[in-house]
């Protein structure tokens, strides 16, 4: 990094670009949750499953994000770990109104915090429990039990309901990301 | 959770729903997307056979019970098939009810199909005729000459009517005689039959097996028959139906039947012919589908493969009672298992006639499944006898070892030739010669091999009755004796050698012990003095008997027995006992 550009980095002026990997079972909402956050002249009015994966940008407090919205379909899922080395967050989108796989999410992520790239980095993880306006939906604090969330003793984590369709619990969720990825970054860099 | 913990199961536990009371006949429940929606769901006929309940067709929408509606008669089988090409695609589920097969689209009952009546014999029919207008003194020789027709071509009516009591028949004859006498026969099993192509969501009949062994290929969207045969020339009562192929290409249709037999019936056949019969009853049937294999399992607790043309290609035998079975498609990996439900609740999944892996339910199952539920792809429904639901995803990292497995167990398979030397002129004379005398040579390579066991038999129990060479392993030494001399004095020789390599034996006692009233020692105690290693302390003992005449007569076996203990221990390192010859005083 030339030092023009660590002094407009010290200085705020130029943008901090973080990337955010986007994961979840196939049908959980994960490219929904991303169309919310895009532009308006941007956004897709209709959503169809993701294949491989997606790259979107979008900014949230002076930081550019940088969102790779990977494919949860069984075959693709294999993508997701050569992406751990070089994100720093990670968006966890679970389908609270699918109750016969929780089990499924569960695998998913004990695979995911066990992977070499992620078990041992301080690197934060957002859970949406997304679909939250479905009426057999799980609340937020079930699915944290479900998935057995309170053993996760070395990542900062966070779970917010959410309504990928209106937006509702979305920007909560992702200001807390945007905290935690500043100072991750702030920890790591200096 | 640790990684291994991941490794135990490839099964995750979605569900078990231990109060869902489902009664499930074999083929009684299916996976379908029944509301278009790619929302796969579990279609259940519920089968009620008390008297005051009525069976139900129930849809499970994930976990959740979604609809729940009754069903007219008790269900034999259910299938699901789309029945045309319009969008939505939406499939209808199938339910045959006794003689009809009742047709549900978007949960609503929308069709229905009764299988057409038989032909009444003539006599059956006059008969009727006559109850119609005669006076009851003539209805017990009516009654008897319908015991002229043979018993399975009567109609039900016919039928209950001779197994009434003479004196309920005229009462059941007056109740019946003016409606329309009609033969039907019920279904008993139903399958589906892709009309023109193989992709999963195309347009398939439906197969219907009726208990006579009448076969009706029906067109899916006005029900009409399109092909009709009949299973077998025997008599076969259809138990299990599989279909494979298309309607208009071609197709193969296997029917199991309760006698044991499996029929084959192919486009344009109005007669099925026998495939295989089977030793016992079969329970359930299955074909591969890339081979078209045919998997039975039966009453005798094996799981039998035959090819499409009915002979035997391997058998297993398991340990339990087979109940049902199903295919476990991987098209992820490319092949096909065979999921084989257990009584007492075990399901083992084989490939071919390998074993790769087992889950584990609470109870016997009734009925299995496989396949897209919800928006999952590999997922094993299980309907226990005791009524639960239970289901099972298959983890994705699971791959069941087959790189592992196929090259442990299969060595026809083998690529690399074994690193045999080559043949020298040893060998080729010595094989010039077998085939010159092959007999001699086995007769005489027999006669050695009895030898050879004689004399390693004889060795056995020679060293077992020999008291030469007693040895303690741990400690490292060993103890031989020899008995020298006719009686009645003896002179025992003890070897006592040390075979550690580099310690020496130091403060041992030899302790010797006899029956004072046969034997009289020299020594009872004797201290051995520092054997070094490698080295052998040879002891002398006399032995005299003392014994009378007739007492050693009562007690041929008498003996010494010697301890060897370390220091002050009282437990003896070595201990060996030492059979006496018996005193000939009439050789002396």
Excluded at chain 1, 53 to 80: P, V
Excluded at chain 2, 149 to 172: C, G, H, I, M
Aim: aromatic content about 8%.
């Amino acid at each position: 990094m030339g030092l023009f550009q660590k002094l407009a980095l010290f200085l705020g002026i130029r943008k901090k670009e973080v990337n955010v990997l986007v994961i979840g079972l196939n049908n959980s909402g994960k490219s929904t949750v991303i169309n919310h956050f895009k532009n308006d002249e941007d956004k897709a009015s209709d959503i169809v499953p993701t294949v491989g994966f997606s790259i979107e940008r979008f900014q949230n407090q002076n930081l550019a994000f940088t969102a790779f919205d990977m494919s949860g379909h069984g075959k693709y899922r294999d993508l997701w770990e050569h992406y751990y080395k070089d994100c720093h967050g990670i968006i966890f989108v679970v389908d609270s109104s699918d109750r016969l796989r929780l089990v499924v999410v569960k695998d998913e992520l004990d695979i995911l915090l066990q992977h070499p790239d992620v078990c041992n980095r301080k690197i934060p993880v957002l859970f949406f429990a997304n679909k939250m306006d479905c009426k057999d939906a799980l609340s937020s604090v079930k699915i944290a039990a479900g998935l057995g969330m309170d053993k996760i003793m070395d990542k900062p984590w966070h779970i917010s309901a959410s309504n990928a369709l209106t937006g509702e619990g979305l920007n909560e969720g992702v200001e807390w990301l945007t905290q935690q990825i500043r100072e991750y970054i702030v920890n790591n860099k200096f | 959770m640790s990684r291994s913990d991941l490794n135990i199961s490839r099964w995750l536990d979605a569900h078990s729903d231990r109060g869902a009371g489902l009664q499930v006949l074999l083929n009684g429940a299916v996976l379908a997307d029944v509301a278009g929606d790619g929302d796969h769901r579990l279609v259940v006929a519920d089968v009620k056979l008390q008297p005051d309940t009525r069976s139900r067709l129930k849809v499970y929408r994930g976990t959740l019970l979604t609809s729940d509606q009754t069903l007219p008669d008790i269900p034999s089988a259910v299938i699901t098939f789309y029945p045309d090409n319009l969008e939505p695609k939406v499939p209808a589920v199938g339910i045959t009810c006794g003689l009809d097969l009742l047709m549900y689209k978007n949960n609503k009952p929308y069709f229905k199909f009764s299988v057409p009546s038989l032909p009444i014999s003539a006599l059956e029919d006059e008969v009727w005729t006559k109850f119609k207008h005669k006076n009851e003194h003539d209805l017990t020789q009516l009654v008897d000459s319908l015991k002229t027709v043979p018993y399975n071509t009567l109609t039900s009516r016919s039928q209950k009517l001779l197994l009434l009591k003479p004196e309920d028949a005229a009462d059941f004859v007056d109740k019946f005689k003016d409606k329309e006498l009609k033969r039907y026969s019920p279904i008993t099993c139903a399958t589906t039959l892709q009309r023109n192509s193989s992709e999963w969501n195309s347009v398939s009949c439906p197969v219907l097996a009726t208990e006579i062994g009448q076969i009706y290929i029906l067109d899916p969207q006005n029900l009409s028959i399109l092909h009709q045969a009949s299973v077998s020339v025997s008599k076969a009562t259809p138990s299990v139906i599989r279909a494979i192929g298309l309607f208009d290409v071609e197709y193969r249709i296997l029917i199991a039947t309760r006698e044991g037999l499996v029929c084959l019936l192919r486009r344009g056949w109005l007669e099925g012919r026998n495939v295989l019969q089977a030793t016992t009853y079969i329970v359930d049937m299955v074909i591969m589908p890339a081979d078209n294999f045919i998997i039975l399992a039966t009453m005798d607790k094996t799981l039998s493969c035959y090819s499409k043309k009915g002979s035997k290609l391997w058998s297993q035998e398991l340990k339990q009672q087979i109940t049902c079975l199903t295919l476990v498609p991987l098209k992820h990996l490319s092949m096909t298992l065979i999921g084989v439900g257990m009584k007492g609740g075990s399901i083992h999944l084989y490939r071919t006639r390998h074993f790769v892996d087992y889950v584990s339910i609470p109870d016997t199952p009734s009925s299995l499944l496989f396949g897209k539920m919800g928006q999952e792809d590999h997922v094993l429904v299980t309907i226990t006898t005791s009524g639960i639901l239970d289901i099972k995803i298959l983890k994705r990292t699971a791959d069941f070892n087959l790189t592992q497995q196929s090259t442990a167990s299969n060595p026809i398979l083998q690529n690399k030739p074994l690193p045999l030397p080559k043949r020298s002129k040893l060998f080729l004379e010595q094989s010039a010669r077998e085939r010159q005398n092959p007999i001699e040579m086995h007769q005489h390579f027999q006669q050695d091999l009895i030898r050879l066991r004689l004399n390693a038999a004889r060795a056995l129990v020679q060293s077992q009755g020999d008291q030469t060479g007693v040895g303690n392993d741990k400690e490292l030494i060993k103890l031989s004796a020899q008995v020298l001399g006719l009686g009645p004095k003896f002179t025992l020789i003890l070897n006592l050698e040390n075979m550690n390599g580099d310690k020496a034996l130091i403060d041992l006692t030899m302790i010797f012990h006899c029956k004072s009233s046969i034997y009289q020692l020299s020594h009872y105690v004797l201290r051995i003095p520092l054997v070094p290693p490698g080295l052998i302390y040879k002891a002398e003992i006399k032995v005299e008997d003392v014994s009378s005449d007739d007492f050693q007569g009562q007690n041929p076996v008498q003996s010494v027995k010697v301890f060897c203990t370390r220091g002050d221990d009282t437990h003896p390192i070595l201990a060996a006992t030492i059979n006496m010859p018996p005193t000939d005083l009439n050789i002396i």
